[in-house]
């Protein structure tokens, strides 16, 4: 079992930035995938980016260029740098942890950006 807790959320205007932040309650060394979804409201929860042990990134099209996902392994923690907010970046924030036989969620945490 792993408790993944979020934290960097808020509100910001337009042109700003945010860091996230989700660490893990163990060692997050061995989990293949760690990755960022959004949920915005009356829409899908669609994957933000994500970041492989092997350090692999993948980033939907529409964040490539403004967003930056790290992982900081003796820290436990994910990170979701994000600059240049629009609006429609609004959306509560999940960090993700996926491996072989497993996926764990973290409780989100909500951002807005007012324009």
Do not use: H
């Not at 808020?10 to 997050?28: E, H, N, P, Y």
């Not at 060394?29 to 042990?53: C, D, H």
């Not at 967003?67 to 994000?82: G, W």
């Not at 942890?97 to 989100?108: I, K």
Request: with cysteine; hydrophobic share 30%.
């Amino acid at each position: 079992q792993v408790q993944l807790v979020e934290s960097g959320g808020g509100l910001v205007q337009a042109g700003g930035s945010l860091r996230l932040s989700c660490t893990a309650s163990r060692r997050i060394f061995s989990i293949n995938t760690m990755g960022w979804y959004r949920q915005a409201p009356g829409k899908q929860r669609e994957l933000v980016a994500a970041i492989t042990r092997g350090i692999s990134t993948n980033y939907r099209d529409s964040v490539k260029g403004r967003f930056t996902i790290s992982r900081d392994n003796a820290e436990n923690t994910v990170y979701l740098q994000m600059n240049s907010l629009k609006p429609e970046d609004t959306a509560i924030y999940y960090c993700n942890a996926y491996g072989s036989g497993f996926e764990y969620w973290g409780q989100g945490t909500q951002v807005t950006v007012s324009s």
